[in-house]
Nanobody, 124 residues
Framework: QVQLAESGGGLVQAGGSLRLSCAAS????????MGWFRQPPGKEREFVAT????????AYEDSVKGRFTISRDNAKNTGYLQMNSLKPEDTAVYYC?????????????????WGQGTQVTVSS
């Protein structure tokens, strides 16, 4: 059972940056693809970014392309989401997730493990 813990959320002004981290409890993280999702207030959880097990392949939701970067350090069992040029519409609870596969996925029902989430609030 992989346990995931997000950190790095907070309050930031529009145009600012945050770096989210996702620490995994086990080395099995290095055998898993991972993703970041978010749930804005009053809305469904939505895909943000995903990365393959090796880190060689990534995919992003259109609204974050060019602003967000997903990465991972398998030696540290940790994934990251660097968020730049933040906008008020990025305000949400951000979740990291892992799936027992080499390949990434943009679909939240294809992930096996989830963190508890971290709040990101962007003020205008």
């Amino acid at each position: 059972q992989v346990q995931l813990a997000e950190s790095g959320g907070g309050l930031v002004q529009a145009g600012g940056s945050l770096r989210l981290s996702c620490a995994a409890s086990e080395r099995t993280f290095s055998n898993s693809a991972m993703g970041w999702f978010r749930q804005p207030p009053g809305k469904e959880r939505e895909f943000v970014a995903t990365i393959s097990r090796s880190g060689a392949s990534t995919a992003y939701e259109d609204s974050v392309k060019g602003r967000f970067t997903i990465s991972r350090d398998n030696a540290k069992n940790t994934g990251y989401l660097q968020m730049n040029s933040l906008k008020p519409e990025d305000t949400a609870v951000y979740y990291c997730a892992a799936r027992r596969s080499y390949y990434y996925s943009t679909k939240n029902n294809e992930y096996d493990y989830w963190g508890q989430g971290t709040q990101v609030t962007v003020s205008s």
